[in-house]
């Protein structure tokens, strides 16, 4: 059973550090693209950074230089490490795997698997 699990969420003021990590089983992390989305209360859901098969990366504009996304494919798990954390990255962020995705434009070309998320809160 395919199934992405989500952890590491919390609160931390402003200015402080987060990792998330998502364990993936019943699948190879390695073998699709992975991704962190996040949605805020009356926003959009929106993509926050990706990682292909081959372990190329993007991000959003908004995270650039202060997010990181990365796989451990030993482990299979992907992580989010998210340091300069600011009030307005508050969300619920979810980890998703796809075969085929859009990396430059962080969207997805296949059937996507979510996990539930975990709540990001910063206070300032």
């Known amino acids: 059973q395919v199934e992405l699990v989500e952890s590491g969420g919390g609160s931390v003021q402003s200015g402080g550090s987060l990792r998330l990590s998502c364990a993936a089983s019943?699948?190879?992390?390695?073998?699709?693209?992975m991704g962190w989305f996040r949605q805020a209360p009356g926003r959009e859901r929106e993509g926050v950074a990706m990682?292909?098969?081959?372990?190329?990366?993007n991000y959003a504009d908004s995270v650039t230089g202060r997010f990181t996304i990365s796989r451990d494919n030993e482990k299979n798990t992907l992580y989010l490490q998210m340091n300069s954390l600011k009030p307005e990255d508050t969300a619920m962020y979810s980890c998703?795997?796809?075969?085929?995705?859009?990396?430059?434009?962080?969207?997805?070309?296949?059937?996507?698997?979510w996990g539930q998320g975990t709540q990001v809160t910063v206070s300032s």
């Open positions: 019943g699948y190879t992390a390695s073998s699709v693209c």
């Open positions: 990682i292909d098969r081959d372990g190329s990366t």
């Open positions: 998703a795997a796809a075969r085929w995705c859009l990396l430059p434009e962080l969207r997805w070309q296949s059937a996507v698997r």
